[in-house]
């Protein structure tokens, strides 16, 4: 086999002896692979090792990305910060959005959602390490962000997305976890249809899983270390 499907199989396992630990049953966390900044080669080797969802961050590399890679059936997600004016190849071409933080951004995505496609799935982005994080709602306006978003025709409201801040302290990102999936129970209480919680990256996934999160977003523990940077792709 090759690395990326040696990667994605040792993923696989911390995924679900976790979902064991935590008594939440086989496949109680998705498995999104983050492919930014790495070749559309690689999500080839991956998808021949049986991944299907890709998360990308850039709008002009996902595209090309998805142009090399139209033979194959697969479900991308966006995950990157979104700005106005590039939300209609998102809305054309994505299967999920996961940082919806301005309903302004909602709005455009249900406008430019091609009625042909199925609703657009999104979460609302929540903060929630306080000031370390410049993305994302603060948590109280959380619910309110994702009824606006619910009641937009063409997409999906599914949960909540968080990127807490770096910890190497589990009970820490635990805390932060927690939070969002409180979110998440009083959005229910309050009649909303939310299923999702997508939280947990290379480094922390067991503590989002054990926190109850549904989809979780790896990139480095698949493909290996980054070829650029956030500042660099997006200048
Ligand atoms: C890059 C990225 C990830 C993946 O992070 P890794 O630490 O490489 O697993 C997950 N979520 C978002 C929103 C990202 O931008």
Known sequence: MGAIADALQACRERIESTCAEAGRGTGC???????KTFPAADIRAAHAAGQTAFGESYVQEA??????????AL????IGPIQSNKTRPIASRFDWVHGIEREKIARRL??????????????VQVNVSGEASK??????QAVALARAVAALPRLRARGFMAIPEATGDPARQRARFRLL?????EARRAGLDLDTLSMGMSDDLEAAILEGATMVRVGGAIFGARRYTTKEAET
């Open 63 to 72: 595209q090309e990305k998805l142009d090399a890679l139209a033979d194959l």
């Open 75 to 78: 479900e991308w997600h966006f």
């Open 29 to 35: 966390a998705r498995l999104i692979a983050v492919s």
């Open 110 to 123: 249900a406008e430019q959602r091609p009625p042909e496609l199925p609703p657009l799935n999104v979460c």
């Open 135 to 140: 993305h994302g709602v603060a948590p109280e």
């Open 181 to 185: 999936a409180e979110l998440l129970a």
